[in-house]
């Protein structure tokens, strides 16, 4: 084929088209799960997850391939502030607050041990493919350092 007819993959990692975060590879599973048959076509096998909260871009590929964030019906954790932190058990950012308010680790503890499982399907429930594992520490932490110091998690 003509090279002047190929685009070229730049080097280094791979960036979202809109906001220039770096993106997380999704593998095919993820998408399927996510994306209509039509969507899901203008990727080979993987996208790319943007992960910035205010970027509209949810998928993306090198090649300029997109998908919307209102392509979607459900709420998107890192996308959206009422989403679940936990696609699989659907741990929220209230739950954790209310976790916190009463002194105890109740529900985040159970959806954390659930999460370490076999029963945690992130790979297809997850709309980045990844465990919320992370988020949920985060989170719990921020919410707690914040009532520590008598602030209110924002």
Aim: hydrophobic share 35%.
């Amino acid at each position: 084929m003509n090279k002047a007819f190929v685009r070229e993959v730049e080097e280094g990692p791979s960036r979202c088209p809109r906001c220039g975060s770096v993106g997380d590879v999704v593998g095919e599973e993820t998408l399927r799960a996510h994306l209509s048959e039509r969507d899901r076509q203008r990727f080979v096998q993987t996208a790319l997850f943007c992960p910035h909260p205010r970027c509209p871009v949810v998928y993306f590929d090198d090649f300029g391939a997109e998908v919307l964030r209102d392509a979607f019906t459900a709420p998107i954790p890192v996308k959206d502030a009422d989403a679940p932190l936990c696609s699989c058990f659907g741990l929220t950012r209230d739950d954790i607050e209310s976790d916190v308010a009463e002194g105890v680790v109740t529900r985040t503890k159970a959806v954390v041990q659930r999460a370490q499982s076999a029963e945690a399907r992130c790979r297809s429930l997850a709309p980045n493919g990844r465990s919320c594992l992370a988020a949920i520490q985060g989170y719990y932490m921020k919410c707690w350092q914040q009532a520590q110091s008598g602030r209110q998690p924002n």
